[in-house]
Nanobody, 124 residues
Framework: QVQLVESGGGLVQAGGSLRLSCAAS????????MGWFRQALGKDREFVAA????????YYADSAKDRFTISRDDAKNTMYLQMNILKPEDTAVYYC?????????????????WGQGTQVTVSS
């Protein structure tokens, strides 16, 4: 089992940047593919980005492409989401998640473990 803790959220003006971190407990972090999801108030949870076990492949939602970068540091048991050129529509609670699955990284139902979330608010 793995426990996930997000950090790095906050309030930022449109056009600004934030870097989210997801710290994982346990020694099996490298065994999981990792993802970021977000949920805005009154909306469904949606996929943002994912990175494979090796870090060799990354996946992004269209809304995140060219602005967000996902990465992982297995030595630190930590995953990151660098978010640039933030927009008010990026306002949401951001969750990190871990999956044993080797496919379907955009599907939240395939993730086994979730963090508690961190709030990101982008003001216009």
């Amino acid at each position: 089992q793995v426990q996930l803790v997000e950090s790095g959220g906050g309030l930022v003006q449109a056009g600004g940047s934030l870097r989210l971190s997801c710290a994982a407990s346990g020694r099996t972090f490298s065994s999981y593919a990792m993802g970021w999801f977000r949920q805005a108030l009154g909306k469904d949870r949606e996929f943002v980005a994912a990175v494979t076990r090796s870090g060799g492949r990354t996946y992004y939602a269209d809304s995140a492409k060219d602005r967000f970068t996902i990465s992982r540091d297995d030595a630190k048991n930590t995953m990151y989401l660098q978010m640039n050129i933030l927009k008010p529509e990026d306002t949401a609670v951001y969750y990190c998640a871990a999956t044993w699955s080797g496919f379907g990284y955009t599907q939240s139902r395939l993730y086994n473990y979730w963090g508690q979330g961190t709030q990101v608010t982008v003001s216009s």
